[in-house]
């Protein structure tokens, strides 16, 4: 019997040798196998995130290039704008001038009907005028002058409101 018991237990080590070799070798099969798997997934996943950044990297240059655009064209349009109101104030400042040296005159023209009723103007012309026509009567150039300033500050509101409609024009083309 003890031969028996020894062929039997030798047996049975040589198969539970053979079935520790056999599942480690399925295991590091597997392993491999699994292994190989994940790094496919991960490559898969590395490729998608770098197609996402350079999709992101194109947007956000695109992006820079409109910007960029719009900052020129509103250093265009502010220089526009300057030069449009600088030439306003030199308008203004020549007429303000002009006033006050007496080389331009204001009038304003009178109503026919409230002249023959009650300020005594004569209906009319001079004997060294020859112009025909509606009566006027000329400002004093203090008065004048307001009108003038007035007047400009109106212009310089009407230049700087055409400014603003042209930049939100622009601005919302390019949306």
């Not at 996943?45 to 947007?59: D, G, V, Y």
Request: hydrophobic share 45%.
């Amino acid at each position: 019997m003890k031969i028996d018991v020894m062929k039997w237990g030798g047996a049975l080590l040589i198969l539970l040798a053979l079935m520790a070799g056999s599942a480690w070798a399925a295991w590091t099969w597997q392993a491999n196998a699994y292994g190989q798997k994940l790094a496919a997934k991960e490559a898969d996943h590395q490729t998608e995130r770098t197609n996402l950044a350079n999709a992101n990297a194109a947007l956000v240059l695109a992006e820079q290039g409109k910007r960029f655009a719009l900052e020129q064209w509103l250093a265009a349009s502010d220089q526009a704008h300057y030069r449009a109101l600088n030439d306003e104030k030199t308008k203004q400042a020549r007429l303000r001038d002009r006033l006050a040296t007496a080389d331009l005159r204001l009038s304003v023209q009178l109503d026919a009907t409230a002249a023959n009723s009650c300020d005594g103007m004569q209906a009319t012309t001079s004997p060294g005028g020859v112009v025909h026509g509606a009566r006027r009567a000329q400002l004093d150039p203090a008065h004048a002058q307001r009108i003038i300033g007035i007047t400009g500050d109106g212009d310089q509101g009407l230049t700087a409101l055409q400014a603003c409609q042209a930049y939100a024009k622009e601005v919302s083309m390019l949306k």
